[in-house]
């Protein structure tokens, strides 16, 4: 196989530059390796938190979780705590709070999700303090034996920048920094036609685990690991000729063709049984494609979503290319979260850091589908591909699941478990003396990419 490393694979070479699933230009940040002391550093990880996360618009949350006004959910990013909040009728009516009362700083929520007082207040649980959806000092409970001068100011919750694209909440502890929409670069532009608000969550999964929040990020940016890691995705995807794209503000892009025989197997005619299989899944008839070989297979998984999508009332299926109904587009956000973006479901996992130990990190994946209420059809859990993924008949996403823990490997589902069983083994071995630094491959350049990103922040 010929191989250029500025070029890299190109999934799409048909379509034209400014396409969405165009090749981005490639970027050369050359093969020095990458001190590992930039993963468990105290000092590196005070730099990032000085210079990057109290700087940079970070994942709050989605719109769907707070449709009235006065719900809410809570937001924990390293040593700090927020509190977003719908407290208008309006689609972009959110606020977004420091979860800290300014009296003596206890946290005003503790649970992930809830919703105001009923008397549609805030109110601290520790002496009483009342605050408004909008932030303001509602009521400082026996104010009589405060001096005036103490609390004239009218003490209320320090607001922080809250903006939202798509039905995702981002928050930016920076009053200076520049627009979301611009911090997202392409990626709004290369996903306008998915309405991201009519995606339902189906799990929801959140973990402290002992790993760098980067050490774990770089596992899920890269698919050079999918044959050893996630042998059961081989039958149906590509692990190999995946495409790789920098764009700016450290944004990133891979795109992982699926749905048909690919160059790891000599025999790309046969249709396998894998293939088959998700055509089943989503009602479509594998003799209405018996004319197809395998390495065309993907055409069969196109027309069958496609027709599924009518089905189902999904019209905006009728403004996604080919391309986009077929393959796993992979968004990593800087710095904090990939988005597996799938025709029919979205893999959302968020990458924050632990507040004092920098070998320890909090992860989150958040599987959404589009339901298929009032049908005997079912939905697949982006993040699962073993039988534990698979919905009941006519699931409607009409119950929000809470946010759970796993209690053991096996419940982060089948493939996300893979990556959790060996990422702690990864932070330990950063730490060997025989370790050098990562070695890195074109078809990991995305890490490069955003530690470059990183690195700007800091100024260095």
């Given at each position: 196989?010929?191989?250029?490393?500025?070029?890299?694979?190109?999934?799409?070479?048909?379509?034209?530059?400014?396409?969405?699933?165009?090749?981005?230009?490639?970027?050369?940040?050359?093969?020095?390796?990458?001190?590992?002391?930039?993963?468990?550093?105290?000092?590196?990880?005070?730099?990032?938190?000085?210079?990057?996360?109290?700087?940079?618009?970070?994942?709050?949350?989605?719109?769907?979780?707070?449709?009235?006004?006065?719900?809410?959910?809570?937001?924990?990013?390293?040593?700090?705590?927020?509190?977003?909040?719908?407290?208008?009728?309006?689609?972009?009516?959110?606020?977004?709070?420091?979860?800290?009362?300014?009296?003596?700083?206890n946290r005003i929520a503790n649970s992930d999700f809830g919703r105001v007082s009923e008397d549609g207040?805030?109110?601290?649980?520790?002496?009483?303090?009342?605050?408004?959806?909008?932030?303001?000092?509602?009521?400082?409970?026996?104010?009589?034996?405060?001096?005036?001068?103490?609390?004239?100011?009218?003490?209320?919750?320090?607001?922080?920048?809250?903006?939202?694209?798509?039905?995702?909440?981002?928050?930016?502890?920076?009053?200076?920094?520049?627009?979301?929409?611009?911090?997202?670069?392409?990626?709004?532009?290369?996903?306008?036609?998915?309405?991201?608000?009519?995606?339902?969550?189906?799990?929801?999964?959140?973990?402290?685990?002992?790993?760098?929040?980067?050490?774990?990020?770089?596992?899920?940016?890269?698919?050079?690991?999918?044959?050893?890691?996630?042998?059961?995705?081989?039958?149906?995807?590509?692990?190999?000729?995946?495409?790789?794209?920098?764009?700016?503000?450290?944004?990133?892009?891979?795109?992982?063709?699926?749905?048909?025989?690919?160059?790891?197997?000599?025999?790309?005619?046969?249709?396998?049984?894998?293939l088959k299989m998700f055509i089943a899944f989503f009602g479509g008839n594998n003799e209405d494609y018996?004319?197809?070989?395998?390495?065309?297979?993907?055409?069969?998984?196109?027309?069958?979503?496609?027709?599924?999508?009518?089905?189902?009332?999904?019209?905006?299926?009728?403004?996604?290319?080919?391309?986009?109904?077929?393959?796993?587009?992979?968004?990593?956000?800087?710095?904090?979260?990939?988005?597996?973006?799938?025709?029919?479901?979205?893999?959302?996992?968020?990458?924050?850091?632990?507040?004092?130990?920098?070998?320890?990190?909090?992860?989150?994946?958040?599987?959404?589908?589009?339901?298929?209420?009032?049908?005997?059809?079912?939905?697949?859990?982006?993040?699962?591909?073993?039988?534990?993924?698979?919905?009941?008949?006519?699931?409607?996403?009409?119950?929000?699941?809470?946010?759970?823990?796993?209690?053991?490997?096996?419940?982060?589902?089948?493939?996300?478990?893979?990556?959790?069983?060996?990422?702690?083994?990864?932070?330990?071995?950063?730490?060997?003396?025989a370790f050098e630094g990562y070695v890195l491959s074109e078809s990991e350049i995305r890490i490069r990419?955003?530690?470059?990103?990183?690195?700007?922040?800091?100024?260095?």
């Amino acid at each position: 196989m010929n191989y250029d490393y500025k070029r890299g694979f190109v999934v799409y070479p048909h379509l034209p530059q400014d396409a969405p699933g165009a090749k981005a230009p490639y970027v050369d940040f050359g093969t020095d390796r990458i001190d590992p002391k930039r993963y468990y550093s105290a000092e590196e990880a005070e730099l990032e938190w000085s210079h990057m996360w109290t700087k940079v618009w970070s994942f709050a949350g989605l719109l769907t979780d707070i449709p009235e006004v006065g719900d809410y959910f809570k937001v924990e990013l390293g040593r700090e705590s927020f509190i977003v909040v719908r407290n208008g009728p309006g689609i972009s009516d959110i606020g977004a709070y420091y979860n800290v009362c300014p009296h003596r700083g206890n946290r005003i929520a503790n649970s992930d999700f809830g919703r105001v007082s009923e008397d549609g207040c805030f109110r601290c649980d520790f002496h009483g303090w009342r605050f408004g959806l909008d932030g303001k000092n509602v009521e400082i409970r026996d104010e009589v034996i405060f001096r005036q001068e103490a609390i004239a100011h009218r003490p209320g919750l320090k607001p922080v920048r809250c903006e939202i694209w798509n039905s995702f909440i981002f928050i930016n502890m920076d009053p200076d920094a520049i627009p979301l929409l611009e911090h997202l670069d392409v990626m709004p532009e290369h996903l306008k036609a998915y309405p991201f608000e009519k995606y339902r969550v189906i799990r929801d999964v959140q973990v402290c685990w002992d790993v760098n929040w980067k050490a774990a990020v770089d596992a899920f940016v890269e698919f050079y690991h999918a044959d050893d890691v996630h042998p059961q995705v081989i039958p149906f995807s590509e692990t190999l000729e995946c495409q790789y794209d920098l764009f700016g503000h450290g944004l990133s892009r891979m795109i992982i063709p699926l749905g048909y025989v690919t160059s790891r197997f000599d025999d790309r005619d046969t249709v396998t049984e894998g293939l088959k299989m998700f055509i089943a899944f989503f009602g479509g008839n594998n003799e209405d494609y018996k004319d197809l070989k395998g390495s065309e297979y993907a055409r069969a998984l196109v027309d069958t979503k496609r027709k599924w999508a009518a089905r189902h009332g999904y019209d905006f299926f009728q403004k996604l290319t080919d391309e986009q109904v077929a393959d796993d587009w992979n968004y990593f956000v800087f710095p904090s979260i990939t988005l597996n973006v799938f025709s029919d479901s979205l893999l959302i996992q968020v990458f924050r850091p632990h507040a004092t130990d920098p070998q320890k990190s909090y992860y989150r994946a958040i599987s959404l589908c589009l339901p298929v209420g009032g049908t005997q059809e079912m939905v697949m859990d982006p993040g699962s591909f073993g039988p534990e993924a698979v919905s009941e008949p006519g699931w409607d996403g009409a119950v929000r699941p809470p946010i759970v823990t796993p209690e053991k490997l096996e419940d982060f589902g089948s493939v996300l478990s893979q990556d959790a069983r060996r990422l702690p083994e990864v932070q330990k071995g950063l730490r060997s003396a025989a370790f050098e630094g990562y070695v890195l491959s074109e078809s990991e350049i995305r890490i490069r990419h955003y530690l470059a990103e990183i690195d700007r922040y800091i100024g260095r």
